[in-house]
C-alpha cells in the first residue's frame, strides 16, 4: 500500500523540522554536537548533495516552495564548489572558504548522483535543471578517467537519470565493464566481492549494477549485481534485523565483520539497492528485506534502540558499543529522509514518532 501525500503530509514535519534546523543561508552543516550544528566542522559537498536528493523528493511529495527554496540552496552550494576544470571541491570552513583545491572522486560522484536524480524529476523547475546540466556538461570528461570503484557505481547510478544524452550510454558501459572486471579480479572461492575488504557504501556496487542492467540488458551486469547484493546480505541482513557492516574495523577478507560502529547511510544505501532489485526480480523477499532495513532506524538494530530523536524528528549518527552515538549529523538525518521517501513510494510506513 503506497502513502498517499495526505498521509505523509501530517507527520513531514518530524524529520524535516530539523532538516531545517541544520540548514542555514549557505547549506546543510556537516555535523553537530548532539542535537546541535556544530559550526567549526563546516560544510561538506557530499552533504549538500545528498540533501539536494532529499530535497528533491520532498518537493515532488509535497509540492511546497520551502522544499524548493532548499534545492535553490543546496544547488547554490554545489555551484559554488565546482571548479572550472568540472571538478568539486569538497570541505568548506564556517567562514565560506574551501579548504581544499579538489575533493575526492567520491565526492564528484555523490555530485553525479544528486544532479541526475534532480534532472529526471518532473517537478523541479526547468530553469534549475539547465544548472544542473551546466554543472554535468562541466564534469562530463572526467568520467572516463575515474580510479575509485565507488566513485564509478555513484556515477552509474547518476548517468541512469539522463540516458537521453547520446554520448552517456557509452559512458555506462565503460563505468560498469570496469566494475565487472574489478569484481572478477577479487572474486575467489566464497568471497563475491569488487575488493578484498568491505568498507562504506557497499550497496552502491550492486546497485549500480542493476542499474546499468536496467539500462544495457547484460546478463553479466545481472548476475555480479544478485550475486554481490546476495553476498553482501549474508553479512548483514539477518532473520530478524539489518545489521551493517562496522566502520571501526570494517571487513576484511578472510576476517569476522567489525561489531560496531553502525551507521545510518548503510541502511539506507542497502535499501536502495534492493528495491532496485525488487524492481528486477519482483521477488519480495527483496521489498522484505527493504523494509528491514527501514526497521533498523526505528529500533530492529543489535541494540533494540531508535535512532529517532522522539522529540526533534533528527536521526542519531549511529549505533556503538555502547548503545547510541547521540550526535545528530547532517548525513544520519538526510539518509533517513531518503529511506523514508523512497520505501513510502511501495509501502505503508507506521510512523513511531
Known amino acids: 500500500m503506497v502513502f498517499t501525500t495526505d498521509k505523509l503530509d501530517c507527520k513531514d514535519t518530524m524529520f524535516t523540522d530539523y532538516l531545517f534546523a541544520i540548514t542555514d543561508d549557505v547549506g546543510i552543516f556537516q555535523h553537530s554536537i548532539y542535537g546541535i550544528p556544530d559550526l567549526s566542522k563546516g560544510y561538506t559537498t557530499d552533504d549538500n548533495s545528498r540533501a539536494l536528493i532529499l530535497a528533491v523528493m520532498l518537493f515532488e511529495r509535497f509540492k511546497k516552495r520551502k522544499y524548493l527554496k532548499l534545492i535553490y540552496k543546496y544547488l547554490a552550494f554545489m555551484i559554488y564548489a565546482q571548479n572550472d576544470n568540472g571538478k568539486f571541491k569538497n570541505f568548506m570552513n564556517f567562514n565560506r572558504e574551501f579548504i581544499e583545491e579538489e575533493g575526492s572522486e567520491d565526492c564528484f560522484g555523490r555530485c553525479l548522483w544528486a544532479l541526475g536524480r534532480t534532472i529526471s524529476s518532473l517537478a523541479i523547475p526547468e530553469n534549475i535543471k539547465r544548472s544542473c546540466w551546466h554543472m554535468v556538461n562541466k564534469a562530463l570528461e572526467h568520467w572516463p578517467k575515474l580510479n575509485s570503484p565507488r566513485a564509478k557505481a555513484y556515477s552509474i547510478v547518476g548517468l541512469s537519470y539522463f540516458t537521453e544524452k547520446s554520448?552517456?550510454?557509452?559512458?555506462?558501459v565503460h563505468l560498469s565493464t570496469s566494475l565487472v572486471e574489478q569484481y572478477k579480479q577479487f572474486k575467489d572461492g566464497d568471497w563475491h566481492w569488487f575488493e578484498n575488504y568491505m568498507t562504506?557504501?557497499?550497496?552502491?556496487?550492486?546497485?549500480?549494477l542493476f542499474k546499468a542492467y536496467q539500462i544495457l540488458g547484460t546478463d553479466v551486469l545481472l548476475e555480479i549485481a544478485r550475486e554481490s547484493m546476495d553476498f553482501l546480505a549474508s553479512f548483514t541482513l539477518r532473520?530478524?534485523?539489518?545489521?551493517?557492516?562496522?566502520?571501526n574495523g570494517w571487513l576484511i577478507k578472510g576476517k569476522?565483520?567489525?561489531?560496531?560502529?553502525?551507521?545510518?547511510?548503510?541502511a539506507c544505501e542497502t535499501l536502495l539497492s534492493?528495491?532496485?532489485?525488487?524492481?528486477?526480480?519482483?521477488?519480495?523477499?527483496?521489498?522484505?528485506n527493504a523494509e528491514k532495513c527501514f526497521h533498523w532506524y526505528q529500533g530492529q538494530n543489535s541494540k533494540k534502540v531508535l535512532l529517532l530523536d522522539?522529540?526533534?524528528?533528527?536521526?542519531?549518527?549511529?549505533?556503538?558499543?555502547?548503545?547510541?552515538?547521540?550526535?545528530?549529523?547532517s548525513e544520519s538525518l538526510v539518509s533517513y529522509?531518503?529511506?523514508?521517501?523512497?520505501?513510502s513510494n511501495y509501502v505503508e510506513i507506521k510512523s513511531i514518532i
Open 167 to 172: 554520448d552517456v550510454i557509452p559512458l555506462i
Open 200 to 208: 562504506y557504501g557497499n550497496a552502491f556496487f550492486p546497485w549500480s
Open 239 to 247: 532473520k530478524d534485523y539489518f545489521k551493517p557492516i562496522g566502520c
Open 256 to 266: 569476522e565483520p567489525a561489531t560496531y560502529d553502525e551507521q545510518p547511510i548503510e
Open 274 to 288: 534492493c528495491l532496485e532489485y525488487y524492481e528486477i526480480t519482483k521477488d519480495k523477499k527483496c521489498l522484505e
Open 310 to 329: 522522539e522529540v526533534t524528528g533528527a536521526c542519531y549518527d549511529g549505533i556503538n558499543e555502547n548503545g547510541l552515538n547521540l550526535n545528530q549529523g
Open 337 to 343: 529522509g531518503i529511506a523514508f521517501m523512497e520505501l
